[in-house]
C-alpha cells in the first residue's frame, strides 16, 4: 500500500511510514491503494476507485473519562467523542436516568468505546 501522508509505498499493514514517519492511513493525500494524489475530502480515489482509508487520531481518553464522570449526565463525554445524538438523548433522560451514565463511565474507563470516526481513544 501508500502512505497517504507522502504517498511512498509501504509495506503493508505497515504502522509507520519509513519514509515521512507518519503512520500510512493517517494522511490524506495520497490514495493507500495506488498512490494517486487525493482531494483531503475525498471518500473514494477518482483513478482506481479504491475507498480511501483514514485512520485519524483518536480523541483523548483522559479528558473523556474526566467528562464522563463529572458530565455524562448531560451527555458531555459523549459530545467529546462527537456523537451528538446520543449526547443530546443521554442529556434529555438525564444520562438514562443514572444506568447510562454508569454504562458509558465503565466502558470509557475500559477503552471500550469509540470515537464518531471510530477511532480508539488515545492513552498518553
Ligand atoms: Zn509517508
Ligand atoms: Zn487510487
Redesign the pocket.
Known sequence: MF?R??G?E?PENAEI?L??G?K?LAGNKYCQNCGAETNPKAVICVKCGAKLKHIGVGKDWLTAVLLSFFLGELGIDRFYLGQIGLGILKLITFGGFGIWWLIDFILIACNSIRDADGNKLQKH
Open positions: 502512505c501522508t507522502c511512498k509501504v511510514c519514509n515521512c507518519a500510512p
